[in-house]
Each structure stands twice: as C-alpha cells, then as structure tokens.
C-alpha cells in the first residue's frame, strides 16, 4: 500500500512569509507526528496527533508553529512569520495506534528560508 | 524530558568487520528503544527495535542489547556490508508512545 506523503517536498519562502507543509499518513494510522530535522542532526519531536486531537504539542518550539488534523487523517503543519532558523527538513511520521511501535516515515519538505 | 545521546558520531569500519553504535537514556519511564536507518536523501526506516522488558534481540546480521540498570542500549552490525552505509538513529519512548527522543545519529562508512 502506499506509505507516507509529504508536499511540497522542497519549499523556499522568504522570511516574514507563512507556509503550510502537508502530510498524508497511511490509510487507517492513528497516530500522526510532525519531527524537524537539522542538518547533522536526529529527527525532533514537534507534535504527536491521536485521532483529531494534538494529544502532545510540547515540542512546538514557539506560538509560530501550528498544525492541524482536522478530520484524523492529513495533517498540516503552519508556520508563521518564517525565520531563517526554521530552514530544516520537516519530516511526518505515522503509526498504527500510536504507542510504542514503528513510525513510518515520509519522505520529508526540505524547507529554505531566505 | 528525556535526553538521548549517541556515540560515535562517525564510524568507519572494513566490510565484513562489525559495527556498533551505543545510545544512553535518562528517562526511567522509557520502555521501547527502535533503530533507524537513514541513507542520504531518504525518508528514516526502522531496522530493529527492542521493548524494556528483553535484553536483546536479533534479526540476521543486526542485533540490539538494552541494559536497562545502566540506561544505554546498543546497536550491533555483524559482517557489515556496503550497502550498511547510512547514518543510524537510536530513539527512546515511553509507553505512551506520546514522544520520540532520536539520538544526534551515527555515519557509518563501510569500505569495500
């Protein structure tokens, strides 16, 4: 079946703009997780979603950063005001139930902000 | 929260020679330690993973030992091959599943 969807998979944007990443986990997961990845550096947890609800947002790193899963299934991660700091690879992640057990990666949106 | 670190950073070892990569964890609560694999430009992919409640686990050439007194975990590739090349993740998690710690990650370099 297919796996894990991102779009766009590249976005360059100016700082001060706002952008949407979208992500499309596998049919019938629960779970959902939004990770920010540096260059160099292991995925960071931005968010976990069980369902609609955003059952973990602690790793939001500031009121910037907002995401969505309205109907339990596509997600999308918002950014407002863009930072040069926040250019990273944003990966999503999706599992069965959530819990301890294997995410399932997408393929990443290398964001650039300029 | 919790806190994982990695060690090496870097790895370079002959083909069929062995790898390993140790992880440390501060969380006591954490009870599911999976390993990724990463190759360059690609999406990270589970190879193994092991629950607190084994020591350790073997698939083919990779295995995982968990020294939960000690808090670190370890990923072990046997007769390593060039297609091992790739950086490798180690994450802890609680049972909730609720958050996944990843490690800074390994490079590991297999020379033919």
């Known amino acids: 079946g297919a796996g894990v969807s991102q779009t766009p998979s590249n976005k360059v944007t100016e700082k001060g703009k706002y952008v949407e990443l979208r992500c499309d986990p596998i049919?019938?997961?629960?779970?959902l997780y939004w990770y920010r990845q540096s260059l160099g550096q292991g995925p960071e947890f931005l968010i976990y979603f069980q369902g609609t609800g955003a059952a973990d947002d602690s790793g939001l790193p500031n009121d910037r950063f907002f995401a969505v899963r309205p109907e339990g299934s596509v997600s999308t991660l918002k950014i407002q005001r863009t930072e040069r700091g926040d250019s990273a690879v944003y990966l999503c992640?999706?599992?069965?139930?959530?819990?301890?057990?294997?995410?399932?990666f997408g393929p990443g949106t290398r964001l650039t902000v300029l | 929260g919790e806190n994982v670190e990695q060690h090496p950073s870097t790895l370079s070892v002959q083909e069929g020679d062995s790898a390993v990569i140790k992880c440390t964890y501060s969380d006591s609560a954490s009870n599911y330690f999976p390993w990724y694999k990463q190759e360059l430009g690609k999406r990270p992919q589970l190879i193994i993973d092991i629950r607190s409640n084994v020591g350790e686990k073997k698939d083919q050439r990779i295995a995982v030992t968990l020294n939960k007194t000690a808090k670190h975990f370890s990923l072990h590739i046997t007769e390593t091959q060039p297609e091992d090349s790739a950086v490798y993740f180690c994450?802890?998690?609680?049972?909730?599943?609720?958050?996944?710690?990843f490690g800074t990650g390994t490079s590991l370099t297999v020379i033919p």
């Open positions: 992640a999706s599992s069965s139930s959530g819990g301890a057990e294997e995410q399932f």
């Open positions: 994450a802890a998690t609680s049972s909730t599943g609720n958050q996944f710690y």
């Open positions: 049919s019938g997961h629960t779970a």
